[in-house]
């Protein structure tokens, strides 16, 4: 993997999280599965959130956050459920 994604700044961002000259470079060779999978999702997720913060308008953003509340607070479909007659 260290041969594909060389150049990518991936290298520096995993030494940002994990300082030090070969935790990085070790992560990257397939070692430290532990430490690279919590680099990997912490890398997905600051990726997710730069790409949501720009695909969305702030309005967009508001509606999906009170969406997932909802959802979160098991309200979601409580009208489908009530008009079916199953509580």
Do not use: W
């Amino acid at each position: 993997m260290g041969n594909i994604m060389e150049d990518s700044g991936l290298l520096e961002l995993i030494q940002v999280m994990y300082p030090g000259s070969t935790t990085a470079s070790h992560i990257l060779d397939g070692g430290c599965f532990d430490k690279a999978i919590r680099a990997h999702l912490l890398i997905d997720a600051a990726i997710y959130q730069h790409f949501v913060k720009h695909a969305f308008t702030e309005e967009e953003l508001v509606e999906m956050r009170t969406s997932m509340e909802k959802v979160a607070e098991g309200r979601m479909g409580e009208r489908h459920r009530s008009s079916s007659g199953t509580v």
